[in-house]
């Protein structure tokens, strides 16, 4: 399969490359950036000089004619892309969030108007996974939301409030330099940010309703000195009270086929650069603590938008994603 990356100069694109170099069907034939346009792809990704002779170019949308395409572009301009490249038959994965949300949510939680909202699945697989096999678009989570869901999922029913506490790398905030990401302020420090107005907390408070729970969902996420990595605690309040044996029983029957979720203690450094959720939870009764670690540009964007693009086209979700984390 031919496979076009519509912002291809950041993180995530980045990320989609690297990956997939390693997949059995796909080939990146199409790298678009407006301002690179003309420039060898491994200038700005050196990881995959040698293994990669792209170009960066910028096609008009109409022109680009490959099986699948990755939207890495900002939140508020896949809408711009989205209803041309379906026109053209071309298969959408959308790792910005303009179609995660119902049109009226992601209005009020990105304070723009939605100017091409059409209903497309979810990409959590191990939650929406038929809704994602043989669609012709797909909304790919956010990080934040991948970790907690993920987490949280198993015991959601029987939660009456959850509270997300997540430490996020770096990478997370994009490859534009800024004040909050700048080394001295980032550094053997700890900076927790949009205590209650996280945006990503709509899409939690979506998915646990998803799941059939009235629980209420809370989240505050922090800035923590490394590059990659979200490690997510998820404090489940229960509505009754729950025994170990029986919270590590629910969620190694949520699990059981999936294998990409491993119940594992959590480690940032075993996750990174991969595909994989680890978690691990324990119980006090009436509050279950379950923590998840994946990587915010693997399971969290770029990996798990590959699961995705798996899914749509038939093939085995683990093609491309069998990549073991970077421990130590």
Partial sequence: MEIAIIGASGYAGGDLIRLLLAHPRAEVTCATSRKLSGTPVAKVHPQVRGLSSLVFSSPATDEIDVDVAFLAVP????????????????????????????????????????????????????????????????????????????????????????????????????????????????????????????????????????????????FTPHLVPVNRGILTTAHILMKEPMAQEEVIRRVQEFYRDEFFVRLQTPILAAVRGSNFCDIAAESEGD????????????????????????????FDEREGLTGAGLLP
């Fill in 287 to 314: 509050r279950v603590v379950v923590v998840s670690a994946i990587d915010n540009l693997g399971k969290g964007a770029s990996g798990q938008a590959i699961q995705n693009m798996n899914l749509m086209c038939g």
């Fill in 75 to 218: 939140h508020t301009a896949a809408m711009t892309y989205a209803r041309t490249l379906l026109d053209h038959g071309v298969r959408v994965v959308d790792l910005s969030a303009d179609y995660r949300l119902p049109r009226s949510v992601f209005e009020a939680v990105y304070g723009v108007p939605h100017t091409d909202w059409f209903e497309v699945p979810y990409g959590i697989p191990e939650i929406h996974r038929d809704a994602c096999r043989g669609a012709k678009f797909i909304a790919n989570p956010g990080c934040f939301p991948t970790g907690a869901t993920l987490a949280a999922a198993p015991l959601a029913r029987s939660a009456h409030t959850i509270i997300f506490d997540s430490k996020t790398g770096v990478s997370g905030a994009g490859d534009n330099p800024s004040a909050t990401t700048h080394y001295p302020n980032v550094g053997d420090n700890v900076n927790p940010y949009k205590w209650t107005t996280h945006r990503h907390l709509a899409e939690m408070r979506q998915e646990i309703a998803g799941l059939g729970s009235d629980a209420r969902v809370y």
